[in-house]
Every structure is written in structure tokens, then in C-alpha cells.
């Protein structure tokens, strides 16, 4: 196997398929860099130049847009507080308030290092373990996909900052979102009151992107302006401190097991499918605040939760790898293409895809690995010019941000109804920040709304028998930690109570 | 015992999730499906209900200090900006499909430039209409040439 | 005063550049890209033969045909989305049998007719596909278990579309009673039955690779002969059920668009299909090229259309 990997890399360190690794990596990062402008978006143009490559030629591209754009994320999240992919959400709750302090450079290297410590360990996993670690993504039945999404529900427990019960709130009106439009199953209208628009439902991105941007750029514009004028809005004006990479490098490996939970957590997501990379930045950024000696630094610029959330999804990334090369069944949209350029030149994909073309197959493996690499390098040349936007004056950023935001919701579906919806989740978003909702778990409950719905009705269609849940094991064993995942928060939250007095809210 | 901001929120919560909770009641099944399509948002509205008629208890019950003698008043805040920006976004979505991307993002850029930072010379003029020209042309020739998205073409200029 | 001229000179600026913006008037057609709407996401089977569709059709007219991927709601938002863009031909619609379904099912109003037909490009036979769990090695011995354990066989399908007529169709032709399962799509279908949290569902041949390797069995295929690439899978016709069940996908622009624009179209298309890279693409999707010109694919669209009317009316789905 070592040999097998061995040549693989040997063999992708060709120029013919570097060179399209390290463009993708490149489109990669610049896509995930600006919001509104998905993987899927930026995968989907380098489609047409795999058709007439070698096949390994395209999917070296694909892979190295994957992980790109998985990194190139994390730089809106911390420069403007906008995730620039929805794999990178958490990433904000950390990455932007170190930022504010003064240390942009530093919340975005932990980013980037973190996801290629992340995406590395990821790839240990997906070369020495696909096949048994993809097979676990078949014992998943709808019992126990509704099981994990239960516990990830509860998870949102450690997420909700000064109430519980905002943040319980908020988780509600992220599943009601979800719920809008016409249902998942037999496609009946829901609370639609006869809307054309309602009727469409409210689609993830377009939600996400309006709530995020809207609720970050509007808080800033009460500040701009002001007579006193003592608010520095945005990022301008902060002088760029000096940071070490070998520093960063020491925070991160101070906690390993933080590091290595985070991967592992990323990884499982992606091995299982239709979940995705934003629900892995959540949850390992959840997971972390319960690890951490120091919950309370979260949401504050502590680095541990941007550590947890860039090593996850990254790991997200070699998860999702493994099924397509396990059993060539694509877990997000991202490899659903890569499985099409795969269709298109004749590659047979399924459970004997790895024998059949190991040069392949390693070749994929060998383009995740130096993917990482490639896109540290980017990183290394971008940064400078990155980092150059915090010295932008707010009244340029805001509307050329607002417009990167509406045609990436535009795109996503060709249609203005997303760019609807962005406007009306901008004001929603924006409301209950003033109200002192919290939004992460809102976004979580948007993130699995749909998905807890369709595996609870699926489960029942398949037997009526509700004691399935608690009796088959996976499944059981999910309820027993969402149980405890709530109680440890809930201890959590009184342990910290106690030790902070009441802040009145910044209104 | 007063009402706060909370209160308020809470009782608006409630009010909706009522409202679709009898609506998820009323929502056709289907035969071969065994639980209707109200079955699991009747459940997502219940819980929600119950936590804002939390929210509401919690608030009436919170002890709130009477009008201490002013206590720091709060940071000014610029709100009729945020309207004001939130308007323009609203003016430039509308206009998107009748006056097309490029037109209206150029529009859109310059105005709202010009809401923020009302330039003082010609020098800033300039600028901001370069800025507005340069990223209504750049975010459509990397949009329409390279991501391949055909961005709205207006339905008044065809353009 | 000062001020006024600099806003006025700002404000003139403005406009002269904007008037440098905008185009000349048009030209003949097409001058510029088309768009291709896919009433579902990058990746799935109808995305993957309309991509290499796509490539051979902008050879032939002339300009770039880009793919949108308009998905959601069960691809009745594409279908939605078709219907209300300009008929200019600048607004293509790429679509399937659910067309059908999907208005019979009262999922949404809109209907074929709605459109013009262009061409039809490519037929997908549907294949019974069993988990590799299950018993089952043939129809008789699934047929045998059936006939035992009414209702108690699962089956994998997005209700109200293909994947769930197909079965049902059988289900009708063989007097048995299946117990659907709601999945949308292939891969998550193809992810339970793999699991074997279901035990039957409808596939393609895209899926030998997993049959190869013994984690999957065909049971039989919807077409008039069997597959030469796939030999050993029984046609429905030879196991005595008088079914043929093909998604069929074609090209249709809104209604209203000019005749000289349809008929560029519709020559575009002829060769488009005829092209030997596109026929081979299509093999590898498991499917045929099945091309008819707009006057053919329109007869078939209403013979379609009364067929799937009748087969929801049996299957007491039909709301209108």
C-alpha cells in the first residue's frame, strides 16, 4: 500500500498534473475566499477543462479546488466576519473578534495551518482506512442518521452564549426555516399562504450568506458616521501586527487531542452523506468549547475554536473522498462532480474502483496530500494582499461585499428568488442580533432541518416501530451522548454563570 | 412586573408559532406516506411555543432596576444609516432583472458609496466612480466568463 | 457653488461611462451565451447528460451553452424558472418524464405544453435494482418472497417521480404490494440499498460497477432488448410484464419563442447528437441517444403524457 502511495505521489508530482493540482488549489482558495462563491460554483468550472485532459489531470483540479476552497473560506470569516464558504462558519465565532483585536494575521494563519495539520491527519485516515471507515457510512440506516442530528441538536446547548433559552429559540427558528416551502417527502406546500416566493422555500446558502452578512455589515454602519466618531468600524485602521509562524504552529500543537477530536469529528461527517462540511465546522467548534479548560474565551478570538473549526473541515474533505472511492457513491455536491468527470472518461467507480485503477485511485490520494502543501504556498504568496482589506474604508467594502453576496445568491440557483430571500434573511438576521438571538444555532438548526425531517418520516415509512431508535445500537448509543451532551452543558453553563455576573447587553 | 424587549419577542414568537401550529393541523396527507406532512413542524412549533412562552415568564420575572440614575447611557448608534442602507439594497435587488446586473450593480456600488462617505472633491468622485465601475465590470466578466453564471439581463434595457 | 459643479461633473462621469457599458443592439440569433436550465444539481444523472449535450450543441450554434443548475422542490423550481424566462431562445429547458408526474401529482402547475418541444436527445432504461442483502438472486425468487410478505418489501423512491412509477408499474404487472420509501435521487438510494436499509430500488446501468462487485443485483431492465454491455439482465418483456419504462430527455424552450429561433435550435440539436463523442458519452451513462425532430418529440410528448396520466390515475396519486 506504501508503495502504491509511494508512486502515486511520485506520479502527481509530474508537471501535467501538478500544474492542474496547483491551479485548482489556487481557484480554490479565491472561491472559498469570497462569499457567496461556493466550492460547488468553483468545482464546476474546472469541469469543462477535465473533459479533454487525462482523467487524473482533472480530478488532481477537482481535489485541489476542494481543498482550497476548504481553507480559502476562512479568510472572509476572519477578515470580515462572513463566512466566505459555509464550511467555514464556525471559523467567525473566533476568527473575526481575534481579528478585531488586532491580530488578523494571526486568527488567519491559525486557520490555514490548522487546516493543513487537519487535512494531513485526514489523509492518514483515507489512505490506510477507507474501506473500513466508509463501510460504517452503510450502517447508517435513517435511525441513526435522525440519532446523530438529535445529538448535534443538543450540541447547540454549548453553543447558545448568555441564554439557553435564546439559544433554544434560535435553534427553532433555524428547523421552522427549513420547514417553509414545500415538504421534502410528497412535495405539499407548506405555510406558504398561496406565495409564489414563499412557496420556494428558503434555500440554505442565500439564508446563510443574508443572515451573516447582513447582521456583520449593518451592526458596523451604526457606528460609521457618528459625530464623536470614536468607533472604528470594520477592520480599517488597525495596523497589522507581527506574527511567527512557528508560534502559531506551538498553539496549535500545544493541544493535540483538541486537534486530532476536531479531524476525527470532521471526518466522520464526511464519510457520511448529505451532511456536510458546515455541520463539521459547528460541531468539532462545539466539541471544542466542551474539551477546553477555558469554554468561557470561546466566541471571544480564542484560538481554540478556530483551530477546531479549520482542522474539521478540512477533514471533512478527505471523509467525503472515501465513499466516492469506496463505494462511488458522492457524499456533497462537490464529489458528485468529481464522480461525473469520472463517468465521462469511462472510470468505473464502485467498490472495485481502488483495484481496478490504483493509478487512480493513489493518484487521488497523492493530489489530497500535496493539495495541502500547494495550498499553504498559496497562502503564503495571497496573504499579504488579503490581508490589505482591512485598511479598505467601510463604505467601499460594504457594497462591493453586498454585491459578491447577491450573485453568489444569485448563482447558486440562477434565480433572483435566492436574491429575495438574502434581502429578507438580511433583515431577519440583523433583528435578532439586536434581539441578542444567538446565531449559531439558528444555523445549525437550518444546516439539519431538512435532513432531521426526511430520516425521521424515512425510518417511520420503513418500520413503524419506534423503539428502533433506542434498540439499534449506533443509533441508541447517539441518543445516550445527545443526553449527555446536554447535561454536561447545561452543568457548563451554571458552572459559568456563577463565575461571571450578568453583562448588560452592548445596546 | 413590566415587559421587556425580550418580552416583546418572546410574545411574537409565540403568536407565530401558534398560528402555523394550528395551520401544520390543516395540511393535506398523503395516502402512502404514514405521517403527514404536518407531523414533524407540529413538533418543531411545539417546542417552539413552549420556549418562548419560557422567554416571556422569564422576562416578566426578571427584577429590573427601576430608572437608576442614568446609568451609562448607551453607545450612539447611526440607525437611520442602517435604514438607509438597507434601502438602497432593496432599491438595487428590484432593479436587478429590469435595468440588468451591470447597469444596476454600477448604480447600486456608487450610491451606496455615496450614502456612506459623501465624497467632499472631484478627486473622490472619481474614485468612487471607478470603484463602482470597476466592480460591477470585474464581478461580471469573472462571473459571466469564467464561473459560467449568466448574470440577470434587464428586462427594460435588454442589457 | 463650487460643490454642485463637482457633483454635476461626478454625475456626468457616471453616466457617460454607463452609456460605454451597454451594448449594441442585437444581432442575429444567437449572439450571445445560451442558458441551459437543469431542474437539478450539478452531478446527477440528468446533469451528466446534458453537460456533454451541452458541449456539442454550442458547436453547432455557435455560441456558449451554459448549464444552470436550477434544483429544488422536487425540479418543479426549474420547471417554474423555464417557463417564466423571456422566450427569446436564450432560455433552453432540459427536462424529463417528471414533467409529467409532477403536474399530475399536483406538486406544480406547470405542464408540458407550457413549452415547445425541441428535440428529444437520450433514452435512460430504468433497472430493478435489489440489495445485495436480500435473498434474492432472480424475479421468480423476489416475485415468490413478494407474493408471501404483502407490503413488507421496501423499495427506495422519490414518491411521485420516476423512480417511484417505475416499481409501481411492476408492482401492478405482477400483482404484488411493495412498502415505498421516500428518497430523492440516486446516490441516496444507492447508499440505503447498499446499507441495506432498503431492499429494492429503480437504477441504471451507471451502476455496474457496484453490481460487479457483488454489492448490488440487477433484477431486470425496462427496455425493449437487453443491454449489450449488460447481457445477463433480463428484460422486463421476457419475465412476461408488458413494461417499458426509459426516462426520456429532451430540450424544450418557453412557449412563444419565434420559429426561426426553434428551428436554429432544433438543426443545432440534430447534430449535436449525431456526433460520435456525444454517443459515446451517453454509453457510459447507460443510456441511448434517442434522438426525434420537435414535430416527432411533440407526438411522443402527448402519448407520454396520456400514459403517465393513466398510470397515476391507477395508482391514485393523480390530483388533477
Avoid at chain 1, 451592526?219 to 477592520?235: H, I, M, R, V, W
Avoid at chain 1, 497523492?366 to 482589506?389: D, E, F
Avoid at chain 1, 445568491?409 to 440562477?414: C, G, K, S, T, W
Wanted: glycine share 10%; aromatic share 8%.
Amino acid at each position: 500500500m506504501l508503495d502504491l502511495l509511494w508512486s502515486g505521489l511520485v506520479n502527481v508530482a509530474q508537471w501535467k498534473y501538478l500544474l492542474p493540482l496547483f491551479a485548482g488549489t489556487f481557484i480554490g482558495v479565491i472561491g472559498g475566499s469570497l462569499p457567496g462563491v461556493t466550492i460547488t460554483m468553483t468545482v464546476i468550472v474546472v469541469l469543462p477543462f477535465t473533459y479533454g485532459l487525462d482523467p487524473l489531470a482533472g480530478l488532481a483540479a477537482m481535489t485541489g479546488v476542494y481543498v482550497g476552497g476548504s481553507t480559502g473560506g476562512l479568510i472572509a470569516c476572519c477578515l470580515l466576519g462572513i463566512p466566505g464558504s459555509p464550511a467555514s462558519i464556525a471559523t467567525t465565532f473566533d476568527g473575526f473578534p481575534m481579528a478585531r483585536n488586532g491580530e488578523p494575521g494571526r486568527a488567519i494563519w491559525l486557520g490555514v495551518w490548522a487546516s493543513v495539520w487537519g487535512g494531513l491527519l485526514g489523509a492518514l485516515f483515507l489512505v490506510f482506512l477507507t474501506g473500513p471507515l466508509a463501510a460504517i457510512a452503510l450502517e447508517f440506516g435513517p435511525w441513526e442518521y435522525f440519532s446523530l442530528f438529535v445529538l448535534a441538536m443538543a450540541m447547540v446547548a454549548g453553543l447558545a452564549e448568555a441564554s439557553l433559552l435564546k439559544g433554544l429559540i434560535s435553534t427553532a427558528i433555524g428547523l421552522l426555516i427549513t420547514v417553509i416551502g414545500h415538504d421534502p417527502i410528497g412535495s405539499v406546500p407548506r405555510f406558504t399562504f398561496g406565495s409564489g416566493f414563499i412557496g420556494g422555500g428558503f434555500p440554505f446558502l442565500p439564508v446563510l450568506i443574508g443572515i451573516f452578512a447582513f447582521a456583520q455589515i449593518m451592526t458596523d454602519l451604526e457606528k460609521l458616521n457618528l459625530p464623536g466618531g470614536q468607533a472604528t468600524p470594520s477592520l480599517a485602521g488597525i495596523k497589522l501586527e507581527r506574527f511567527s509562524h512557528l508560534k502559531v504552529n506551538l498553539e496549535i500543537f500545544r493541544q493535540p487531542f483538541q486537534l486530532a477530536w476536531a479531524t476525527i469529528v470532521g471526518l466522520i461527517i464526511g464519510i457520511l452523506p448529505a451532511i456536510g462540511g458546515s455541520a463539521s465546522s459547528v460541531m468539532a467548534y462545539d466539541q471544542a468549547k466542551k474539551f477546553s479548560k477555558t469554554p468561557e474565551r470561546f466566541g471571544k478570538g480564542h484560538p481554540e475554536g478556530i483551530i477546531a473549526s479549520e482542522a474539521s473541515n478540512n477533514a471533512n474533505v478527505s471523509g467525503s473522498l472515501m465513499t466516492i472511492m469506496a463505494f462511488g457513491i458522492p457524499g456533497d455536491a462537490v464529489t458528485a462532480v468529481m464522480l461525473g468527470a469520472m463517468t465521462i472518461h469511462g472510470i468505473q467507480s464502485g467498490p472495485l474502483f481502488i483495484s481496478q485503477n490504483p493509478d487512480i485511485a493513489y493518484g487521488i490520494y497523492a493530489a489530497y496530500i500535496l493539495a495541502h502543501p500547494c495550498m499553504l504556498l498559496i497562502c503564503l504568496a495571497l496573504m499579504p494582499l488579503m490581508l490589505r482589506v482591512t485598511s479598505v474604508r467601510m463604505a467601499v467594502l460594504a457594497p462591493v461585499v453586498l454585491v459578491l453576496c447577491i450573485v453568489g445568491a444569485y448563482a447558486l440557483n440562477n434565480t433572483m428568488q435566492s436574491v429575495y430571500v438574502l434581502l429578507l434573511f438580511g433583515v431577519v438576521g440583523y433583528g435578532l442580533v439586536k434581539l441578542g438571538f444567538p446565531l449559531a444555532p439558528l444555523i445549525l438548526g437550518l444546516i439539519l432541518g431538512d435532513q432531521i425531517e426526511i430520516n425521521l418520516v424515512r425510518a417511520i415509512m420503513t418500520d413503524a416501530n419506534p423503539w428502533l431508535f433506542l434498540t439499534r445500537p449506533i443509533s441508541g448509543g447517539l441518543l445516550l451522548a445527545a443526553a449527555g451532551s446536554v447535561a454536561l452543558a447545561v452543568w457548563q453553563h451554571l458552572r459559568h454563570q456563577n463565575r461571571v455576573a450578568e453583562e448588560t447587553p452592548d445596546f | 412586573m413590566s415587559i421587556g424587549r425580550d418580552g416583546i419577542a418572546g410574545l411574537v414568537l409565540l403568536a407565530i408559532s401558534l398560528v402555523l401550529l394550528v395551520k401544520s393541523f390543516q395540511l393535506p396527507s398523503l395516502a402512502i406516506v404514514p405521517v403527514g406532512p404536518g407531523f414533524y413542524p407540529a413538533i418543531v412549533l411545539a417546542f417552539m411555543a413552549a420556549a418562548s412562552a419560557l422567554l416571556v415568564l422569564q422576562d416578566l420575572l426578571k427584577r429590573r432596576p427601576t430608572a437608576v440614575a442614568d446609568a451609562p447611557a448607551a453607545p450612539p448608534r447611526n440607525y437611520r444609516l442602517v435604514v438607509i442602507a438597507f434601502a438602497i439594497v432593496g432599491g438595487y435587488i428590484a432593479l436587478l432583472p429590469l435595468l440588468g446586473f451591470r447597469l444596476a450593480t454600477v448604480l447600486f456600488v456608487g450610491t451606496l458609496q455615496a450614502a456612506l462617505g459623501w465624497p467632499q472633491t472631484a478627486r473622490q468622485w472619481l474614485v468612487l466612480a471607478a470603484i463602482a465601475l470597476g466592480t460591477g465590470l470585474v464581478s461580471y466578466v469573472v462571473f459571466e466568463r469564467y464561473l459560467m453564471v449568466l448574470l440577470p439581463r434587464g428586462a427594460w434595457t435588454g442589457f | 457653488m463650487a460643490r454642485m459643479s463637482v457633483k454635476m461633473a461626478g454625475a456626468a462621469a457616471l453616466i457617460s461611462v454607463l452609456g460605454a457599458l451597454s451594448a449594441p443592439a442585437m444581432a442575429q440569433y444567437p449572439d450571445r451565451p445560451v442558458k441551459m436550465i437543469v431542474p437539478w444539481a450539478a452531478g446527477g444523472d440528468t446533469d451528466n447528460i446534458f453537460r456533454p449535450f451541452a458541449v456539442e450543441l454550442q458547436k453547432h450554434i455557435g455560441q456558449p451553452v451554459v448549464i444552470a443548475n436550477v434544483g429544488g422542490a422536487s425540479g418543479t423550481t426549474g420547471a417554474r424558472e423555464a417557463k417564466a424566462a423571456a422566450a427569446d431562445g436564450y432560455t433552453l429547458y432540459a427536462v424529463h418524464d417528471y414533467i409529467h408526474l409532477t403536474f399530475y401529482a399536483g406538486i406544480s402547475d406547470v405542464k408540458y405544453s407550457d413549452f415547445e418541444p425541441i428535440c428529444l436527445v437520450a433514452a435512460t432504461p430504468s433497472v430493478l435494482t435489489a440489495s445485495s442483502k436480500t435473498p434474492w438472486k432472480n424475479w421468480a425468487e423476489l416475485a415468490e418472497d413478494a407474493k408471501k410478505r404483502p407490503g413488507e418489501i421496501t423499495v427506495g423512491a422519490t414518491l411521485g417521480s420516476t423512480s417511484h412509477i417505475f416499481p409501481a408499474m411492476i408492482e401492478k404487472a405482477a400483482n404484488l404490494k411493495f412498502k415505498f420509501v421516500s428518497y430523492d435521487g440516486l446516490a441516496p438510494r444507492m447508499n440505503a440499498l447498499l446499507g441495506g436499509h432498503i431492499n429494492l430500488t429503480d437504477s441504471n446501468l451507471t451502476q455496474k460497477g457496484k453490481v460487479e462487485a457483488g454489492l448490488l443485483r440487477y433484477i431486470a431492465i425496462a427496455s425493449e432488448k437487453r443491454d449489450p454491455e449488460s447481457p445477463d439482465v433480463p428484460t422486463l418483456k421476457e419475465l412476461g410484464m408488458n413494461i417499458v419504462y426509459e426516462v426520456a430527455r429532451g430540450v424544450m424552450v418557453p412557449k412563444g419563442t419565434p420559429a426561426p429561433v426553434r428551428a436554429k435550435l432544433e438543426e443545432g440539436c440534430a447534430k449535436a447528437v449525431k456526433e460520435p463523442s456525444f454517443a459515446q458519452a451517453m454509453k457510459l451513462q447507460g443510456t441511448r441517444v434517442a434522438y426525434l425532430n420537435a414535430t416527432d418529440y411533440a407526438k411522443f410528448l402527448a402519448k407520454i403524457d396520456g400514459e403517465n396520466k393513466v398510470v397515476m390515475t391507477d395508482l391514485g396519486l393523480i390530483k388533477k
